[in-house]
């Protein structure tokens, strides 16, 4: 009770510093995630609270279908569509939340303003929260250095964090700690970390799918039978050689050609963005 309690104080509190007419009770955050310049592996991820709490039955993924390679404001005018189009159509599945929140600064948020607008849905309250480097404000950065006293607590650095209003130039300044800036900040940690889970989940396949292409006496009718009986590349690659073979179709030397290659480890890269 004491948790449902404090999270209807911080919808509360958030309602108030966002200047909305009612506390929003449902909020979604989209945030999206590249993997260097590498086509085929951006990603975007919803994440949801109801009442102050996180609501995963509305958390939502996205495979981006354009070729985007780093370019936040596309892969977000792509996933905004995607899913608004949805709310348009009348899907309660997907009706829009009370409040939306970009990861991001006036850039994404302008992004956001505009496919709402577009697609007839301008009453939807928007805002954006951005990491110093996203904000590009004149706040100075926390000092390097080894000693921990010097080192911002948790909440302190929450400072650094900005949040952006459609319509005002300046970001608000919300105080430290406080639990609007908390729960704003808390529902964007989650999206990031569904974004950057499932993008590491989007890129293992889109190398395993590239490795199988790869694979000498292995044409296109051989990889369709493959992918048809086992559904992935992910499960084709926890198949023995021997599994592999039963496929109709496939020959014992491709079975164990397609086995060992896909039985190689994949390389360890840079964490996504």
């Given at each position: ?191 990031h970390r569904l974004a950057v889970s499932f993008q590491g989940i ?72």
């Amino acid at each position: 009770a004491r948790d449902r309690q404090s999270a209807a104080a911080q919808v509360e509190a958030l309602g108030r510093a966002l200047h909305l007419r009612r506390p929003p009770r449902t909020i979604e955050c989209v945030d999206v995630s590249h993997w260097g310049g590498e086509a085929g592996t951006s990603v975007a991820a919803i994440a949801a609270m109801l009442d102050g709490r996180l609501d995963q039955s509305r958390y939502r993924r996205f495979r981006l279908r354009g070729d985007h390679r780093g370019d936040d404001y596309a892969a977000m005018r792509e996933v905004l569509l995607r899913r608004f189009e949805r709310a348009r159509s009348g899907d309660h599945r997907w009706a829009a939340p009370d409040l939306l929140v970009v990861d991001g600064g006036r850039g994404q948020l302008a992004v956001a303003q505009a496919v709402l607008a577009d697609l007839g849905l301008p009453d939807i309250n928007l805002a954006a929260i951005a990491k110093p480097h996203d904000a590009k404000d004149d706040r100075p950065a926390p000092p390097r250095t080894s000693d921990p006293a010097a080192i911002p607590a948790p909440e302190a650095a929450a400072t650094l964090d900005s949040v952006y209003l459609a319509g005002r130039k300046n970001p608000l300044r919300l105080r430290p700690g406080s639990p609007a800036l908390r729960l704003l900040a808390r529902l964007r940690d989650e999206t990031h970390r569904l974004a950057v889970s499932f993008q590491g989940i989007t890129r293992r396949r889109h190398r395993l799918t590239d490795r199988l292409a790869g694979i000498p006496g292995i044409g296109p009718v051989t990889r369709r039978r493959l992918l048809r009986a086992f559904g992935s590349v992910a499960r084709l690659a926890r198949a023995s050689a021997d599994e592999i073979a039963a496929v109709e179709g496939v020959t014992a030397a491709q079975a164990s050609a397609v086995a060992r290659e896909l039985a190689r480890g994949l390389p360890e890269d840079e964490p996504p963005s």
